[in-house]
């Protein structure tokens, strides 16, 4: 039974990499369920099964006040197809073109929700529901290491954005990250991956009205009318370490994201309460079953 309600909007697998910036509570870190740290793929299934399991300490939503904790466990499926995967670096990913330099991809990201009670700024208001985000994301490889142990890419994310609480969904407009990504394996000479992320967000109105807007009847003392806008949101740094343990059936991930949203559009609102806010989490991935069919492209 996990606390306040919460669980994570994704059946294919547990993601902790949750680049919508709509999350209610997200932390940019590498998910727990992604590829082995090694750079064979000769040595990747083409598809597995297991159990994935993290707790997540973060904030209820951009520039939040008050932040919580949220666990859970479900089970993941991987897929590495040559056109559709799921389970790595996002839920699910519809590969449009790949070549040495540029790679483009359908991807699909979920995030927590925030239950209002539980927060002092928007005590009253209505909850933040479960979120996801669909749309392109085109990637610039900046960088590849000879022993392709190390790589450098620049990421173009936009995404549509929705929320539901499984009994509705609506449109929360639109989302807009360009992020740095740098990966490092075999940290230390061990099967350790090493992952850095930043990058700044954008969102239309739409979207951040859904986070910063305070309507007419949601006004009392010490929390003013508000009209939100459009615009710059803040500035992610991410980071994770990945562990391969027990002859690559397990891995263990530890990471945190610091988000700074100094001179964001909508800071003048009462629910803009923190302009530098923390998340940390760890979780593990154990893989039960695989196919004894290798993924193609080693």
Same mark, same amino acid.
């Given at each position: 039974m996990l606390t306040r309600k919460k669980r994570l909007l994704a059946t294919s697998g547990l993601m902790l990499i949750f680049s919508t910036p709509a999350s209610a509570e997200s932390l940019e870190v590498e998910c727990v369920t /992604?590829?082995?740290c090694q750079t064979e793929s000769t040595q990747q299934p083409l598809w597995e099964i297991g159990l994935a399991g993290a707790i997540i300490y973060g904030p209820d939503y951009p520039a939040a006040g008050q932040s919580h904790t949220n666990q859970i466990v479900l089970p993941y499926l991987i897929y590495r197809g040559d056109v559709?995967?799921?389970?790595? +670096?996002?839920?699910?990913?519809?590969?449009?073109?790949?070549d040495e330099r540029w790679e483009l991809d359908l991807s699909l990201d979920g995030a927590f929700n925030a239950d209002s009670d539980d927060n002092d700024a928007r005590e009253g208001m209505q909850d933040l529901d479960y979120l996801f985000g669909i749309g392109p994301e085109l990637k610039y490889k900046i960088y590849r290491a000879d022993d392709e142990q190390s790589k450098l890419d620049l990421k173009l994310q936009a995404r549509a954005v929705f929320s539901t609480d499984f009994s509705n969904l609506n449109q929360r407009g639109y989302a807009f990250e360009p992020q740095l990504r740098y990966e490092h394996d075999n940290l230390f000479g061990r099967e350790i991956r090493f992952v850095g992320t930043v990058g700044p967000v954008w969102g239309t109105e739409k979207l951040t009205d859904y986070f910063y807007q305070v309507d007419d009847k949601y006004v009392r003392p010490g929390r003013e009318a508000y009209d939100a806008n459009g615009g710059y949101m803040g500035t992610d740094f991410g980071f994770g370490l990945v562990f391969t343990l027990m002859e690559k059936r397990a891995r263990l991930f530890l990471g945190g994201r610091v988000s700074f949203h100094q001179g964001a559009e909508n800071e003048d609102s009462p629910l803009f309460i923190d302009e530098t806010t923390?998340?940390?989490?760890m979780g593990f991935a154990y893989r039960?079953?695989? /196919? +004894?069919?290798?993924? /193609?492209?080693?």
């Amino acid at each position: 039974m996990l606390t306040r309600k919460k669980r994570l909007l994704a059946t294919s697998g547990l993601m902790l990499i949750f680049s919508t910036p709509a999350s209610a509570e997200s932390l940019e870190v590498e998910c727990v369920t /992604s590829r082995p740290c090694q750079t064979e793929s000769t040595q990747q299934p083409l598809w597995e099964i297991g159990l994935a399991g993290a707790i997540i300490y973060g904030p209820d939503y951009p520039a939040a006040g008050q932040s919580h904790t949220n666990q859970i466990v479900l089970p993941y499926l991987i897929y590495r197809g040559d056109v559709i995967r799921a389970g790595e +670096d996002g839920l699910i990913k519809a590969q449009a073109f790949e070549d040495e330099r540029w790679e483009l991809d359908l991807s699909l990201d979920g995030a927590f929700n925030a239950d209002s009670d539980d927060n002092d700024a928007r005590e009253g208001m209505q909850d933040l529901d479960y979120l996801f985000g669909i749309g392109p994301e085109l990637k610039y490889k900046i960088y590849r290491a000879d022993d392709e142990q190390s790589k450098l890419d620049l990421k173009l994310q936009a995404r549509a954005v929705f929320s539901t609480d499984f009994s509705n969904l609506n449109q929360r407009g639109y989302a807009f990250e360009p992020q740095l990504r740098y990966e490092h394996d075999n940290l230390f000479g061990r099967e350790i991956r090493f992952v850095g992320t930043v990058g700044p967000v954008w969102g239309t109105e739409k979207l951040t009205d859904y986070f910063y807007q305070v309507d007419d009847k949601y006004v009392r003392p010490g929390r003013e009318a508000y009209d939100a806008n459009g615009g710059y949101m803040g500035t992610d740094f991410g980071f994770g370490l990945v562990f391969t343990l027990m002859e690559k059936r397990a891995r263990l991930f530890l990471g945190g994201r610091v988000s700074f949203h100094q001179g964001a559009e909508n800071e003048d609102s009462p629910l803009f309460i923190d302009e530098t806010t923390y998340a940390v989490g760890m979780g593990f991935a154990y893989r039960l079953f695989a /196919s +004894d069919k290798k993924a /193609s492209g080693g």
